[in-house]
């Protein structure tokens, strides 16, 4: 299947992650600079599932946008990406968690490995994402646009959280971009 017919695929609704620590997402963003389609992790800092990939989980040839913030400026989106998988961190098999401590060790070393932070109870989620982009002009939190209620998003005070929002009209999907390109 092509690349511009994955980006036809795009859902609507996207993901927004509150404040993720910069380092993170640059650890991913440098390695899909010249490996887009290598799977990636992140390991939002809950115990609460998030719902909508859950249910209805996304796929290599049907992903949903990630916008992200950083913890250090939680007013613009920085950072884009496609996630095509979600999993839940307490029901993985043996050998997959194998694999994933593997991947995150070789690639993504300031996440310290597979975790769970006891403080917070279980970290349950596991988002696997493709093609990280550091975004050159960074947008305003603002500028999106909440599912639920169609309202702007608002910034919020602290790191965490995410939200389910409109993917904007203007934002190819990033594998439409590479075929474009």
Excluded at 8 to 14: V, Y
Excluded at 131 to 156: C, H, W, Y
Aim: proline share 7%; glycine share 4%; hydrophobic share 35%.
């Amino acid at each position: 299947m092509s690349l511009d017919r994955q980006a036809q695929t795009m859902r609507t609704e996207a993901l927004y992650l509150n404040g993720i620590f910069r380092e993170v997402l640059d650890d991913i963003a440098n390695i899909h600079e010249n490996r887009p389609n290598l799977q990636l992790f992140l390991q939002p800092y809950t115990e609460s599932p998030i719902t909508h990939l859950r249910d209805n989980p996304p796929e290599k040839l049907d992903p949903v946008r990630l916008y992200a913030s950083t913890s250090n400026d939680l007013r613009h989106v920085s950072f884009v990406a496609d996630i095509i998988r979600w999993e839940d961190k307490t029901t993985i098999a043996p050998d997959r968690r194998a694999r994933i401590k593997k991947r995150l060790a070789d690639y993504q070393p300031t996440e310290e490995g597979l975790y769970n932070v006891p403080e917070h109870g279980i970290s349950r989620n596991l988002i696997c994402v493709l093609r990280m982009k550091r975004l050159d002009a960074p947008f305003a939190v603002g500028q999106l646009i909440k599912t639920d209620n169609s309202e702007p998003l608002g910034v919020r005070a602290t790191a965490g959280g995410w939200a389910y929002v409109f993917t904007r009209p203007d934002d190819a999907p990033a594998a439409a971009a590479e075929s474009t390109g």
